[in-house]
């Protein structure tokens, strides 16, 4: 692709050509944003600073300095062995644990402050995002929030559960379906166990999110939140599930579609996948802002992979059928930023 020669044009999705070759869906934020605004946040760790209810305090954020990270899985994981191996010694401070609570106390209301209530998403979303999914026999999804997850869940035939009957992963017994679903960066519905295995949790629905709001002690939740691409990665070679579907990633086989990720520099561990697999063929939903900002971004992903032979399309995100505007769903005033 010669890079000097590049122009705004964007193709609708349907008339683009190869798109059968699709055989991948990469999935961002950008998808999540298209239906509920207010998954435009920058940080959940900034977020968890700031919300109205117990935030994280000046001790809190002194454990995050001093494990060099701002992945609350990390953290909380940390805390847990730490009330385990107090216990084990017959340590009585009560320390670890209360900061165990206020850490995933602040990450509940951080989550609760930008998270779609499910009886807010419509079923003809769900629909809509279900039927889509199945186009694809691997989706990978670097989104930790509930959408994919209750979309697969309003009809699940055809979708293979990696997560087997006592709900825990087990990469030796690979499910066989059709279609798959993996989350790179774990998921609201998704818990690590203390040895870094991985289970699901066993509600659906609405009771998922309301679930989450339910301070259990040891209940490690396993999504990989924002911050350096090393630190994400750190995290993923700590977990069964996760450090498997980054593998996957960087196994695929034939096309793959990337809609509503930036692959910016947080990125890099799944730029580093993407190179590994050497995807025939990328088509990649560009949303369009402005002739310069199109012309920006299909500057900045034709870089990445240049001079590994791969085909590259680029098209109009929002005529992608998870890109659609009826897609959205109004955040109510009182949920959204206060207006001045």
Known sequence: MDLDRLDASLAPWRTLQGTERCTGLLMGNGASRAVWRNFAYDSLFERAQKVRNKPLGQTDLALFRSLTTQSFEQVLASLNSTVRVNAALAIGSTSPLNRYYAIKEALIHAIRSVHIPFQRVPDATLTAINTELRRYSTVYSSNYDLLCHWAVMQ????????????????????????????????????????????????????????????????DVPLFVS???????????????????????LARHVGGLCLFGHKLNA?????????????????????????????????????TLFEGLGVEIAFFDATSHPLGLPELNVPVPAVAGKKRR
């Open 266 to 302: 947080e990125d890099a561990h799944i730029i580093d996948a993407l190179r590994q697999a050497r995807p025939e063929y990328l088509a990649i939903g560009i949303f369009p802002l402005s002739d310069a900002w199109v012309i920006s971004q299909k500057r900045h992903y034709a």
């Open 155 to 218: 009809a699940p035939e055809g979708f293979a559960d990696v997560f087997h009957e006592d709900n825990g992963f087990d990469q030796r017994h690979p499910p066989q379906a059709a279609h798959r679903v993996l989350y790179l960066h774990g998921g609201l519905h998704l818990l690590k166990n203390v040895d870094g295995s991985s289970r699901q949790r066993l509600a659906s629905g609405s009771a998922l999110l309301d679930g989450f709001a339910i301070n259990t002690p040891g």
């Open 226 to 248: 924002e911050g350096p691409s090393e630190d994400k990665l750190r995290s993923i070679r700590h977990n069964d599930y996760l450090s498997w579907c980054h593998g996957e």
